[in-house]
Every structure is written in C-alpha cells, then in structure tokens.
C-alpha cells in the first residue's frame, strides 16, 4: 500500500511531508506562517493534487502564494482555508520527534530520486514502522492471556489486515509513529515488576510518543493504573518517575512553542488553519461525529473510502459487540486464566485512546478520524480478540468471523490499490454526438454565468457549454465544480478532470468559455427542474460569499 496508494493520500499527506521538507532545508516551520517548500509543490504538480481538499473533491488552484485576508468571518476563513491553505505547512504545529526520525529516509529517497523519490522512501519507512504493530498486538494478548496463543495470533492478524494501518498508516504521517510507541508504552506496562530500569524505559517510550503527537496523552490513566499496582511493586514514587522522565523529553518543545507561540500547544495557530467550522455543542453532530471515529478506526480514513467498507464497518460493530460481552465475561468468570491486572490496564488504555479519538473536534468540528485512536490500536486489538474468543466458543464461528474480516480488508485494499482509469483523450473537449443549444444564465453580483448548449457525446455521457464573465472590479473565486440538482436535490456534480480547466479566480474585466462534463446522459435524462449550482462563490476578498443557482433544461 505505500508503493500502491495514491500521491497524496487523503490524510494531509502533503503537509507531513513537507514538514520534512522543511527540516531537510534547515527551516523549523511556523503553523499558519511558513509556506510549503519547493520540493512539495513539486510533487503537487507532478500528482495533480493539491494536499488534502475537504468535500471528496480535488481542485486545480491557480499558483501564487495569497496572504489570508484580514477580518473574515468564521465562514469566510474556512472557506478561504479549503481553497489556499495547501500553501501554507500547516502540521508544523506537530510535534517534531517522528519528522526528525523520518528525515534520514526523506534525504535519502530524494538523493536518488528527487522529491517522489523522498515521497516514497519514507512511505516505506512507514510501513516497516507499520508492520511492528502486529506482534505489538501479539505480545500484549498473550500478557492478558498467557494461555491462548491463538487468540494472540489472531489479534496479530487483524492487525495486520486492518484497512487503516495498511492504507492510513503507510503514508506519510505522524500516526504511525505514535502507534508504535502507543503500543510499546503498553506492552512495557503490562511487563514485570517496576524495577527503576523498567521505570525510565516506560517514561521514555511514554515521552517520545508525547514528542511524536500529543493523542499520546489518552494513554496516561492507563499507565498510572499500571504504576499504581502494589502487587507489581508500583506506588506513587515510580509514577513520579515515569512523569519525570517523560516531561523531561517533552519540556524542549514545550519551551519552543512558550518561546515561538506563547502557548504549551498551539492552539491560535491551528485556528488560524482550520478548514472546518467552529466547535459545537450539537448532539447531531457529536452522534455523527463518534460514529464516524468508530466506522474509520476499522475501515480507514476517509469515511467509506476503501471499497466494501460498509459491510466492513457492519462486521466490525458485530465483532465489537461480541468482544464487549466477551470482555464482562472475562471480567467475571474466575476460571479463565486471563490476567486481571493487565485486563484494567488494556482496558483503560483502549478506551482512553478512544476517548482521545472522539473528542478530538474540540477546536473545530470536523468529524472525529478514527486513527487518532490507534495509540491505543494494540490495547485495543487484544482486547477484541480475547473477548471473542471468550464469547465465541466454536472454534469454527471464531475462524470464519475473523477470516470473513480478514477478505473484506483484503479485497477493499487490492481494489484501492487499483489505479483509476485513464482519462479519454481530448479531456474537457466532447467529442458530440448531439447538441441542443441553450439559453440560460444567473448572476452574481456583475459576476455572470451562461449556459450556452448542451451536448452528449459518443460514449453517452453529457455536457453543458459555459461562459462566465466577470464584469466587476475583484477577482471571483469558485469551487471550479458545479452541482446539477433536480429540484433542489442534487444528483450530479462536474468532473474537473474531464472539463475545460477553468481558473479557480475569475479575472475582473475577463471572460472564460468551456465545456463541463455532469456523467452519464441516462442518469440526467428526462429531469423536471434542473439547474447547475455553484457554491461558494467568493469576491471582495472573501468578505461576499453566496450561492449561484441557474436554471436550465438539460439534454
């Protein structure tokens, strides 16, 4: 999956690396201030994307370094932050262990092949990252339950499977960094008496995974349950210990940020890049928002991206409820040889992991990704196995619960490693096979938009002919995509590959002409009360933002 997957992935690939960038060029980067090196843009264009854009849709934006105008309103940033905010190296605010750890590939991936060649040196260095997860999970099983070595192996294996260590986690990304030190902070602590040496490596490991991502701190009740544990020797004097040792890891950038920010964590400068509304305090949202974390965490980030991930995301909440059952079971039952100790200890590190995970949009609200919970991902993977194993008792239905697991990962992943088709040739320009012209237009503001024919072309699929004229004195931004709705619904939305690629800014004083490709004529035929939407059109430097409906008869 890191040779295989798309450049970027939809995970604010682009911005990981660049932060890398920056550290090769001998540059600590400013979240909101420092723009993206040369070597990141390259790629951007060798790729055609352009860092991580919201709404499943990507964009060709025109070049140019834009300062964000001053006085937006919260709307208007978002907005201007969805469109311009791949320019800026917006993860610098992260914290630098796993950038600095990740340099050494970078430099040599581009010494032998530019910045692709750094692109996926440190993919791979990801994945062999990644690939420590699965024994990980094994260990910390078989410390919850000595006796089950299949129930072990079996949490080695979907692990292993898991569409979001394969696809999310092979990227470039923090995540996979703080993941493994998550898992090694827990393995350390379900491990042995607390002699001092056992005492600095867990602040250690603790430490480094606070300098790789702050997501780290969900493990911190779990390890002062494991320190506080008498029966191992624990007490509060190894819990200072471990703090000490990890603070001491953590003070340096804590001091950088007090001395760059004037905050311990920078959160004004990730404000300032928020391409999301402002937090809330709706239910619908936060319901949404914890289901998306859950559905994510087994299938992968974005939401449904990897194909079959709806009766993935169905298996994994059966598996989930077996597992929860399983785990009161295990609680219960004295007869089992499962460790009570570790129990609480993976217990409480999975689910202040998730925890970590759901509230997660508490400067913005964007729905919750369920990889910021895979700092917990092993304590988590245990636990499931040895509660299915305890809830299951057929060795049969254990098997074919996990291996129907397993072939859906499996087939999602080989079928989101398949590249896309090829564009026809003659891209933005049909080939028509029938035209019926068109008179139909709106206006915004003197920003007007005309509808001039419509067109299906010899392999079925239609198009609308459009002029856009821009007659007033700023520049017009847009979504460079319009949405064909049928009565207010929408039913299909233009391919900005396959049309004339119109500039994100319209020129004052300009006029632009082109064709937009909306799909298939079949799915388009015969609608009552079509009109092409535009949404977000923006001028006067952000401060007049609105919609445009225009009304027309499709083919």
């Known amino acids: ?172 990304t923090n995540d996979v960094l703080v993941a493994v030190l998550g898992g090694a902070c827990v393995l350390v602590a379900v491990s042995g008496s607390w002699t001092w040496r056992r005492v600095i490596l867990l602040g250690l490991v603790f430490g480094a995974a606070l300098l790789t991502k702050t997501t780290a701190a969900g493990l911190a009740p779990a390890l002062a349950v494991a320190l506080l544990q008498r029966g191992r020797g624990g007490g509060l004097r190894p819990l200072l210990g471990v703090g000490a040792v990890a603070a001491a890891l953590v003070a340096p950038w804590i001091a950088s940020n007090l001395a760059i920010y004037g905050e311990l964590i920078t959160t004004r400068e990730q404000l300032a890049m928020a391409a999301f509304p402002a937090r809330t305090a709706s239910l619908d949202f936060w319901s949404v928002s914890t289901l998306h974390s859950f559905v994510t965490f087994w299938t992968g980030d974005p939401f449904l991206s990897v194909p079959g991930s709806v009766p993935l995301a169905f298996l994994a909440a059966f598996i989930a409820a077996l597992a929860l059952a399983g785990m009161v079971r295990m609680a219960r039952r004295p007869g089992l040889e499962v460790s009570r100790p570790v129990l609480l200890i993976v217990a409480v590190a999975a689910a202040g992991a998730a925890l970590v995970s759901v509230t997660s949009p508490v400067l913005a609200a964007f729905n919750a990704p369920g990889r910021l919970a895979y700092v917990g991902l092993c304590a988590a993977v245990a636990l499931v196995a040895a509660g299915l194993w305890v809830e299951l008792p057929s060795p049969r239905l254990r098997w074919a619960t996990i291996g129907v697991f397993t072939g859906l990962s499996l087939a999602g992943l080989a079928l989101s490693a398949i590249p896309p088709s090829p564009l026809p040739a003659g891209a933005g320009s049909p080939a028509i096979k029938a035209r019926v012209a068109v008179q139909a237009g709106a206006a915004f503001g003197r920003f007007y938009v005309l509808v001039e024919s419509c067109a299906v072309d010899t392999s079925g699929d239609q198009w609308v002919e459009v002029r856009f004229q821009n007659a007033g004195p700023d520049p017009v931004e847009w979504s460079q995509t319009v949405e064909v709705r049928d009565r207010g619904m929408p039913v ?62 499709l083919c």
């Open 1 to 172: 999956m890191a040779l295989a997957q798309p450049v970027w992935s939809r995970v604010d690939e682009a911005a990981h690396y660049d932060v890398i960038a920056q550290y090769a060029a001998g540059i600590y980067p400013r979240d909101a201030q420092t723009t993206i090196r040369p070597e990141t843009l390259d790629v951007m264009r060798r790729a055609g994307v352009y860092g991580f854009v919201v709404d499943n849709t990507y964009v060709q934006p025109d070049m140019g370094f834009q300062s964000m105008p001053e006085g937006l309103s919260d709307s208007e940033h978002v907005l201007w932050i969805r469109r311009h905010g791949y320019q800026y190296s917006y993860e610098a605010f992260q914290p630098p262990l796993y950038y600095a750890v990740a340099l050494p590939a970078w430099l040599a991936g581009n010494a032998l092949g530019g910045p692709v060649g750094a692109l996926y040196a440190v993919r791979i260095f990801d994945a062999l990252l990644a690939a420590l997860l699965a024994p990980l999970s094994l260990f910390i099983a078989l410390r919850l339950w000595p006796a089950n070595r299949i129930a072990a192996l079996a949490a080695a294996l979907v692990t292993g499977v898991l569409p979001g260590v394969a696809l999310n986690l092979t990227s470039v």
């Open 492 to 553: 299909a939305r233009s391919d900005y590959a396959r049309s004339t690629p119109f500039p994100m800014a319209f020129a004052p004083g300009r006029s632009y002409s082109g064709w937009l490709w909306l799909g298939p004529e079949t799915r388009l035929h015969g609608l009552a009360g079509s009109s092409l939407h535009l949404a977000g059109l923006a001028t006067d430097g952000y401060r007049t933002i609105g919609d445009l409906d225009v009304p027309v008869s």
